[in-house]
């Protein structure tokens, strides 16, 4: 596959089909990412945004279609669901380690800055059972970045969050492109604030039904006819301004026995 011709693209997919069991789960999609940018991938459910994300990522191969990478580029992913056997005694300082390469430097100091860059850093020696959802997510971030990644994937990073959760999770994430050179590969179900966090939007129904800058998509019309036309379009345009900050959880004050964490 040819190099796109700009060099700030990080990853380029072209002509993507894949087909499971008869289905066609996606079909000719196309996808482009930059430094320094979020795309979001909306959709209804089974509408291939997971699907497309993995084989982005290199976890599927696609039936048909090519995908390009820039070379020597830095992974960084948070899956959808990721489980813990509850059995299993685990801080955050080990689970964050267990990701690392053998050889990566001072990977005591990566790990501290990791939780430091998400905001986190006096959960190091937490157990990860003890975590609220707001929580784990963070440490999933931090995990993630351990490497400085380029290409960060994420799927539904806030899932599971409250309204509060989801806008400090989005909020961390926008920092993180704009304090890295990264790009930011993002599914979510989050319309009332995927606008607000993305630069560019792909609207998935197995085929691409719209694509571009939020702005332009909340009016395309197979936007409003996947979503509900004005009442979600309505959440679509929510913006956040503040000037104070949220809590670092989805609780203001963490209790144990209250943990969303699975």
Known sequence: M?????????????????????????????????????????????????????????????????????????????????????????????????????????????????????????LIDASVHTLSGGEWQRVLLARALLHKPTLLFLDEPAQGLDISGQDAIYALIRRIRDTTDCGILLVSHDLHLVMASSNRVLCLNHHICCTGHPEEIRHDPAYQSLFGGADLQHLALYQHHHDHEHPLCDHEHHHPSQSQHP
């Open 2 to 122: 040819t190099a796109p011709s700009s060099p700030e693209t990080l990853l380029y997919a072209s002509a993507i089909s894949f087909r499971r069991q008869g289905l066609t789960i996606l079909d000719a999609v196309d996808l482009t990412l930059r430094r320094e940018e979020i795309v979001t991938l909306i959709g209804p459910n089974g509408a291939g945004k997971s699907t497309l994300l993995k084989i982005a990522l290199g976890l599927l191969t696609p039936d048909s279609g090519e995908v390009w990478r820039a070379p020597n580029v830095r992974i960084g992913y948070v899956p959808q669901k990721l489980s813990i056997n509850p059995a299993l005694p685990l801080t955050v300082r080990r689970f964050i380690t267990l990701s690392a390469a053998a050889h990566c430097g001072d990977i005591a100091n990566e790990v501290k800055n990791a939780l430091i860059d998400t905001g986190i850093p006096f």
